[in-house]
Structures are given as C-alpha cells and as structure tokens.
C-alpha cells in the first residue's frame, strides 16, 4: 500500500497555491503509508536556466561553500539550501559542467532530479514533517506529484523514496509492485541508462524516460509500458508540461481522479480530494484500467 | 399533514458530523441498539471519504449518509438501511447479510463482495470485481459494471442495467447474472443461459425492490454457470 496524489492545474490563479494544495492531499494519505514521502513540483521555468535539486545525507559538510565549488562551471550558478536538499541554478548552457564539477568535488552529493521546471524533495519521514521541511505549502506551481510510501521492494531511504526522476523534468511515483524490474533493468542498462537504487519503481520511471528518449510523447510511453511492465501498479507521471496516469489491466491499487474547469486532480482515494475547490461539482471517476490518461500545458494552449 | 408525527421522526434522527467527531462514536452507537429499541434513524454528514462508515450494523437501523465514503462502507450489514447520498469507495457493503445499502452515485472495485444476503443497489456504475464471491447478495446496477464482476459467484443475483467488462461471471458456481446491455467477454466457464419464466418473475422483483419502474425484465440476457470447472476432466490430466 502506498498513497499517491497528482494535481494538473488549468486555472492560472491556482498556481501560487499549488504547494499548498498538493501537501494537503499527501498529507490525508498518510495512513497508506509511514515509511517516506515525497513531492515533485513544476514551477515556473526562467528562460535559459536549469535547475538541478540535489540532496545529502549530510548537508552540514556536503553543502558547505557549494556556490563557490560550482562557480568555475558556471559565473551565475546559485544554490539555494532547503534542509537536507539544495536547488542548484545555472546557465541551462552550463548545467552539464555543473553536474560534473559537483560529481567531482562533491561524490556524496546526490541528484534527486533535474531540468527546466522540476524540482523534486524527499525524504523518510511523515509526510506531514516532509512537506514542512522543505517548506513545500509556499511553492507555487503548475502541476505536480506526490507519494507516501510502505515500502515493498526495497529499503527505506532517501533515495527509495518517490518520486522517481530518470530523466529532465520527468518524474513518476507508483502504488503497487512490478515482477518483471530485474529483467527490464539490466535491459534498460544496456541502453545505458543508470539506476541508483534496487527499486522496482525506479525502473519504470527509467523505462518512461528510454521510451521517450526514442521519440515517443509521455502518453506513447505509458502505452508502451502496458507491454512491457508486469505486475501491479498505479503511475502518475509528469513532464516539463504534462501530467499521465496509468493503472494496470487487473487494476487492484485505488484511484479516483477529478475534473473542473480549474484543475485535473488524482488521488489515491477520494479523500486526498475532498479541500479541493467545486470539488462538491466537480466530474469525479475511477480512471479504467489499462487505459493510459494524460494531459499537457502546451497541447491545450 | 400530521405535523406532529414529523417532528417526532426528525427529533429521533440522531446526526454524526465526521468532521467534528470520531468515526468509532458513530459505529459504537450503531452497535449499541438494544432489540426493538426505537430511535434508530442516523444520519451523517461530511463524511468526506471516510472508511468503514456504519460497518457492523446488526439492528434495523435507517443510516443516510449524506457524501461520498471511502473503503467497507455499510460492511457486514445485518438487517440495517443504509443510503449514501454520494460515491463509495472499494468494498461497499461487503459482506453484507441482510438489510439494503443504497449507493446514489457510483462504487468503486468489489462492491458487495462475499455477500450473503441482502440487497445493494448502486444508481452509477459499480467498477471492477462487483460481486465477486457473492454467496447470496443481490446487487441491482443501474449504470455499468467493470472487470471481473461475479467472480467465483456462489449464490445471489446481479443485475445489471448497462454494460459488463471482460471476464463476466468467471469460475462461476451458481450466482445469477442479468445484464441488459453489452457484455464485453465472458470469463472461463460462463455462458448465457435461456431467461426462463422463473427468472423473469425474480427479476421483476428485484427491479421492484430496487424502484426501477420503467425497465422490462425481458430486456435482459440471463448468464450463468456452463459447470464445467466443478468437477476435474480427466482429458486435462496432461495439463499438470
């Protein structure tokens, strides 16, 4: 059991309360699962610059003078520090330098996630002291994701926590278990994608961000994994514009979406729904099983 | 109109607000009526999603729900009437032994499952694995009905006004099935079966109880059991 929660907003006026709204309904799930929560959220991009949240098991040494470590990669990077994670900002131009020269000074240092919109902060724990940790109810947004884990597959840790990013701005949570993750991550391995974690989890954000590696948009990819993912689950996804739901063809992990003309709201069960606004008139349906749903920022505009 | 006759019944309507108070007040006051005790109208309001909103019910209690409720609503219902004005979550009235559950809106995976008695009827539709293990419930759909509904059925009926998923009725004993509209597939050892005279009469019945008024029980197909599983087949020896 796990609880997940995913927020798409249409209504622009939501936006700075998109934190707020979305700690809210992770927060309601927490008695799906204690273990570790976490959020993803895509906030407004700035024009050519990237950002790369990064994390430490041990902030107090690893984050110590970081900007300066990183200013050779790049003159304007800026780090900003957030509890156990930072949020790097660079020159989009610049980012890979950046990534290397933090690879090289700082090997501790971990990548949660990276591109132009995403950032991304997990960590064990009660989603309620998650949420307040990284002080994620001030964080506007255009959309974003959350997970509340009872770890199945593989340890407890920060890293085994969702969301998952394998990819720029593309991250998943999941509520079930795959059978088939060995298999498919030593093929995704040949491909030359790298994993940091034995989750099974961790291979089907990792098998999204190959499949569209090769062309395919998010909605291609999660009809892909129909194929080619076996055993339980309940994805929500999301990209730099886009929000993707998919539940396997059985069908057994929960979930319940919700529909206004202000917002596509996803929630493990009814009750991470319930402070939505209108969500008294909104559309409210059980998403079919293997049927993949999903929607984009750029294709409605 | 006898004014006073109403404000007697509204006054006896005990109400539970879940915002404001625990779940196990309203369920311990719904296990708590002595026999042919009289104040046995509830009503609860903001549910929000709740679990196990009136599980255990073993009086003739009326409980109008008035929102939607998460998992096992109504569960294990013995005798009580229960309505949700609003959507249920998985397992509404599951194994439920007597009595009515009322769903307004729709139902989430295996509603009524392992009932042994009693009538459930969902206005929406009811999603995967309605019905499964039904051991002598009757559920009446008004909309549709997912994957995998009746699995394993033992007893009861299941009528359903819209369409069926795949794999209706698979492994089934001897549940009865009615459904009005499109059957996507049959699971293993389900068949349609002739709508005799008996079946009509029942399920003009259970359209009455469930006050559905302007459906004929002719428009029906019956399915059923090809009881083909209960016993082993020798000619499938090589299979193991």
Known sequence: MCGIVGLFLKDKSLEPKLGAMLSDMLVIMTDRGPDSAGIAIYGAPSEGRAKITVQSARPGTDFAGLEAILKPADASVTVELKSTHAVIEADAAHAAAVRDLLAAERPEIRVMGSGDSVEIYKEVGLPKDVVSRFGIREMGGTHGIGHTRMATESAVTTLGAHPFSTGADQCLVHNGSLSNHNNLRRELVREGMTFETQNDSEVAAAYLTAEMAKGKDLGQALTSALDDLDGFFTFVVGTKSGFGVVRDPIACKPAVMAETDQYIAFGSEYRALVNLPGIEDARVWEPEPATVYFWDHEKAA | ?240
Do not use: W
């Open chain 2, 1 to 240: 109109m006898d004014l006073s006759v109403k404000r007697e019944s509204l006054e006896a309507m005990r109400v539970f607000d879940l915002a404001t108070m625990p779940l196990r007040e309203l369920n311990s006051a719904l296990h708590n009526i002595a026999p042919g005790a009289n104040d046995t109208n509830f009503e609860v309001v903001n549910p929000r999603g709740s679990h196990s909103v009136a599980v255990g019910i073993d009086q003739p209690v009326t409980v109008e729900v008035r929102g939607s409720v998460g998992y096992y609503c109504a569960g294990m219902n013995d005798g009580g009437a229960v309505t949700v004005h609003g959507s249920a979550g998985p397992g509404v009235a599951e194994n439920m032994m007597s009595g009515t559950v009322v769903i307004e809106g729709d139902a989430s995976q295996y509603a009524g499952a392992t009932g042994r008695g009693g009538l459930l009827v969902i206005k929406g539709n009811a999603a995967s694995r309605c019905g499964i293990s039904m051991k002598g419930i009757d559920i009446v759909v008004h909309g549709n009905i997912g994957h995998m509904s009746a699995f394993m059925g033992q007893s009861g009926h299941l009528v359903v006004l819209g369409d069926a998923g795949d794999a209706l009725g698979d492994s089934l004993y001897e549940a009865k099935l009615f459904v009005r509209g499109e059957v996507k597939s049959l699971g293993a050892d389900c068949i349609e079966k002739e709508l005799r005279s008996e079946h009509i009469e029942k399920l003009a019945e259970l359209l009455a109880k469930a006050g559905i008024t302007d459906v004929k029980p002719t428009e029906f197909k019956r399915y059923g059991s090809a009881r083909k599983l209960y016993n082993f087949n020798i000619d499938n020896a090589d299979a193991y």
